[in-house]
């Protein structure tokens, strides 16, 4: 009874803060309000959600199999509409059982679904998205109340974004016998999403996972379950065929059962960094596909070239939509000095015309934060940039769960709140004086989610979007979405892409690749590779070192050194490991590396690889194609050189150089045939998504094919603009050696392949924890693949791993697919909206 | 509107002109979200409705315009909205009248006489200088205003030369509206830009700025013949322009959006974007007019169905 009264309370002071009219003055006249021309109440009418929790008697368990599954002793949790303080319904606590059900239910439905046509599963989404739309007030009012997000949001964007998801991906169902063929299904795919745009993001997961062939288990954020079940309800009357798609609810902890359930195969997540880094690490080594979307402190770049009033609007969209609380808010403002303090002022002049209100208001641009600990921890973040000294811009916020649109000046890029991602509605401003600073300053971040450029001058628009690291970069506009584009970050903002045929790749495998289901070994992860041995002298040698006829002259040694920066080094300890051959006699000595070592190689790599990336496709394919020239002139030497070290028959040998110029030839051919396409986007103008480099790439290469898979592996890397560490097979490293001498006969830069011998895990591990690093390859042992990725976590840089798992490096699915491709480039969208023609 | 809040007008500032770009895709979708973020309902909407009312110019522009016709629009502009339905609202005293009439110059005379005898202080408002295509001698031009004054109008609403914004001689059009607003006198000098015909939105702001550095009281969407009038978008750079103007020279200058603003929803949108945009201060007659024809009568329909719960067949409400 008393949270009943102190509810009914606070409601009357959040009308009071909103309208600026007293209610308990009554009603304005028609007079007072003809001289004042003040807005007045416009509430959306919440009553046929109120009717759909009644229905449900205020109390919701799992939907699991199409029904609902409310075991009688489990914990419950209250949501909770964080405008009005008030309990929507009560939801319940599952426990790891639970999650079994769902499990079980999905890996059983997957046995039928996987196999239906394409058509099949098209009707499916198609049905899905109908009902969606005829559902799409009631999904938007119930998103609304349960968010604290003004319902004109999700209205006008969230649940159209989620009928445009359906629609896009039922396409792709009906394509994917003939548009992704070589690809398949993965299995059950465990979906956790969280609590600021609920239902959105629960479809970019839901979608692309159905329309390729997976069944879904989805936990909805604590704080926000209801649309998700509703959506889930929504679906059954679709007629989504029972376990294709079920939610389970929870708390965090059952996140984790359900990342690491034994029949979970991948993993979908969007969320903090922090969560994510968890997911990482828990499901190192055990072959679950992993997407993240995480975290991000996007830039917001106005020069002064831009339209400024439009400008304004743009940061509007940037960081005071849906709260600040959307991980591509653009919560970094860089504008150009020549007109800071002018946009400023017309900045806070935008902002006080901002209003905040219950989601239910029609007339507020901004409701609640989710909950009082999300509203403190923005206080936190702004108290202390106060102490600090910086000039704190707010505008007015009605009492509760409200925070107000705050604008930090005096702040740089020092400050904790220029820093970390603050999740609210406060955006920090900072000056820059050229484009080349503002790129540097945008790029001064752990994180490469999204980014904005405002400027009406084309040239420096699309250069500034092509020099930022972010997964979307929107000139003259922010957080544009639809379901053609992929959404996802670059950096520490996570891997993996929601929407776009770019986001299809995170749900399926290669056709050849079986189940990837692996026990990860108990090991000690602060001992992987943490030392290493060198070999003294040999007595055996291979051939013998006294070659003159009178048995007195020494035969020239033949030196391998490491090779980076594209020079011979030798190895900072200077110690060697004996390389044997087949009949075990000692064939070489190679360099041993260290930690230094791998210090000074990813030193050169990180160096040339923006000048490698900005070359022409021409020109790096150009050079791919004279590695394999030269590659083939001295055939019969790496012929002879295979058969000694490795013991192999003639023809094989001849058969591995061979396919590897093949290889060569490959990958050459695709430096100027995979820059991207035009996304077909519902926005006028052009959506690019581009394929850009990874960066600088750690690769481990296995023993198998010593030759072939070196240039299997290197050589899509470099085709696409990234750099390369690579450590060659540790037993047969002199033949990447000696191709050494063939890159520098090849025009190929100093810097842009750089090889490291010795010991595998020993460099892997210094490679992997390097966080200059953008991706790690790792193909040896299970237990190496569990510490590469789990150890990744500390960037969340990419991996590609084995599993300890052998493939077909002469094949060419398996050696040179389109997994490749999909490797060695990570997508930006860029935005370019389009229109100056509006009359004659 | 006393003497002393008129536009002087300031010298051109050509630098100022040239620095303006406007980026089309971003102002539609500020336009388009304006009503979606902004809305008034029941009480709330009457209460803007009457106040749209009082801000129409009440128009007629066409070739068969009579004495006849332009004393029924008077009329009409005298009593816009139906006694019994001001008695519902309880703006009975209120004085509801439309902004102006707006009439070509050979019937003003009609208009003030008409205006005159009804006892009431609406200005008659007439288009002048070659409208709607200013294709005529400069002298000319001139001549239709000093006339139009001479016969009693109160404000006159010129159209800009396209020509000379179409090819960035703004110096000309500069000395050409500023010779107009002098030959204008007491009259209230409306700058039609006739945006249609402009080809871009930045040449839109830079004609609002030049329109306004020579002297404009108001600056004007359309003559309401161009292919595209007063929409939004539109609105919105002319609103932006002005806000700046006033800025940099704290002089408050009047917007008129015209041509093709028929609903009760359309007056409510423009009104939004006013309060959103220019603020409070632009909500009134004085600074804000919307030319129009057909409008009023939907805006009764609406204020009827306010004040008895159902709608009006057209023939129950006096037509203009």
Known sequence: MRTLVLATLTQDINMAGVV???????????????????????????KVAQAWLDSHHGKFGHFINNKWVLPDDRKTYDTRDPCKDRVLASTIQGTQQDVDQAVGAAREAYVSWSKLSGHARARHLYSIARHIQKHSRLLAVVEALDNGKTVRETRDCDIPLVARHLYYHAGWAQLKDTHMQGWKAIGVVGAIVPWNFPVMLLAWKVCPALAMGNTVVLKPATSTRLSALLF??????????????????????????????????????????EVGQILRRATAGTGKKLSLELGGKSPVVVFESADLDSAVEGVVDAIWFNQGQVCSAGSRLLVQESVFSRFIDKLKHRMSSLRLGSSMDKTADMGAVIDDGQRKAIAQYVDEARRHGAQIHQVEAPPGCYYPPTLITGVSTTSRCVIEEIFGPVLVAMSFRTAKEAIALANNSIYG??????????????EVARMIKAGAVWINCHNMFDAAAGFGGYKQSGYGRDGGKEGLYEYIKPSWEGQQRFTPPNMNLEKFGATYMADGPSLTPSTPQIVSGDGTLPRVDRTYKLYYGGAQKRPDANYCRVVKDATGKAYALVGESNRKDVRNAVEAAG?????????????????LYYIGENLEQRREEFISHLTTVTGCKDVEAAAEVDCTVERLFHWAALCDKHGGEVQETQVYGTVLRVHEAVGVVGVACPDQRPLLAFVSLVAPAVARGSTVVVIPSQSYPTLALSLYQVLETSDLPGGVINILTGNTDHITKYLTEHQDIQAMWYFGSLAGSKFVEHTSAVNLKRTWVNYGRQRNWADQDEGAGQEFLY?????????????????N | ?????????????????????????????????????????????????????????????????????????????????????????GM???????????????????????LKRLGVQVPVAAVATGFPSGQYRFKTRCEEISLAVADGAMEIDIVI??????????????????????????????????????????????????????????????TGKEGVNATLPVGLVMCRAIREYQQHTGIKVGFKPAGGIRTAKDALAWLILMKEELGDAWLNNHMFRIGASGLLADIERQLFHYVYGRYAAGSELPMA
């Open chain 1, 232 to 273: 889930a309800e929504i679906c059954a009357e679709a007629g989504l065929p029972a376990g294709v798609f079920n939610v389970v609810t929870g708390g965090g902890a059952m996140g984790t059962q359900l990342a690491t359930h034994q029949d979970v195969d991948k993993v979908a997540f969007t969320g903090s960094t």
């Open chain 1, 607 to 623: 160096k040339a690889q923006s000048g490698w990336e900005r070359r022409s496709g021409f020109n790096r394919s150009q050079i």
């Open chain 2, 92 to 114: 009975t005293e209120a004085g509801i009248t439309c902004g102006a009439v707006c009439v070509y110059p050979a019937r003003v005379p009609a208009a003030v006489r008409t």
């Open chain 1, 449 to 462: 989610l999204g980014a904005s450029v405002f400027t009406e001058k084309m040239t420096l628009g699309i």
């Open chain 2, 161 to 222: 030369n396209r020509e000379m914004a179409l090819t960035g001689n703004w110096q000309g059009l500069y000395d050409e509206v500023k010779a107009m607003r002098a030959a204008c006198g007491p009259a209230h000098m409306k700058a039609i830009l006739a945006v249609g015909d402009l080809g871009s939105m930045t040449t839109v702001a830079r004609a609002s700025l030049v329109a306004m550095m020579a002297g404009a009281d108001f600056i004007k969407t359309s």
């Open chain 1, 823 to 839: 490797q060695a480039t990570q997508v930006k969208n860029v935005w370019l909206t389009a229109g100056d023609i509006f009359a």
């Open chain 2, 1 to 89: 509107m006393a003497e002393i809040d008129r536009n002087p007008g300031i010298p051109l500032d050509l630098s100022w002109v040239s620095s303006v770009s406007v980026n089309l895709p971003s102002v539609k979708r500020r336009a388009e979200t304006l009503t979606t973020r902004r809305t008034v309902k029941k009480h709330w909407q009457a209460a803007w409705l009457l106040r749209a009312v009082t801000c129409i110019d009440l128009t007629t522009l066409s070739g068969d315009d009579t004495d006849g016709n332009v004393e029924r629009l008077c009329h009409k502009a005298a009593n816009p909205v139906r006694t019994d339905l001001l008695d519902g609202l």
């Open chain 1, 20 to 46: 600026g009219i007293n209610k308990a003055q009554g009603k304005p006249t028609i007079s007072q309000i003809f001289n004042t021309m003040e807005y007045g109440p416009a509430p959306e009418d919440d």
